[in-house]
């Protein structure tokens, strides 16, 4: 007799749902990062380019505009550093 009720899956199965969630997990961070933090960098680039046709009383707001960019792509670098990181067990992450 089994002691898997019928509100628990079996192990095989709970183990491959994680898997797939994993995967999923890791997809969202590829994509996040080869489309969303490529084109922050992008405009970071843009920024320090223009800067160097650009007027003196400019500086200050290209350099808070990188800044900001920055600290953008910091806070999506730590998430899809989380993302990334693999749960551990079915209960460590709430399901959606």
Do not use: F, K, Y
Not at 62 to 82: F, T
């Amino acid at each position: 007799m089994s002691n898997a009720g019928p509100d628990r899956a079996p192990a095989d199965v709970e183990a491959q749902i994680d898997r797939a969630r994993q995967q999923a997990r890791n997809q969202i961070g590829d994509s996040l990062h080869d489309g969303v933090v490529q084109s922050m960098t992008a405009l970071m680039m843009g920024v320090a380019v223009r800067r160097l046709d650009a007027p003196p009383d400019l500086a200050p707001h290209l350099d808070a505009i990188e800044l900001e960019l920055s600290g953008v792509v910091a806070e999506l670098r730590d998430l899809i550093r989380d993302l990334r990181t693999p749960e551990s067990g079915a209960a460590a992450t709430p399901r959606i």
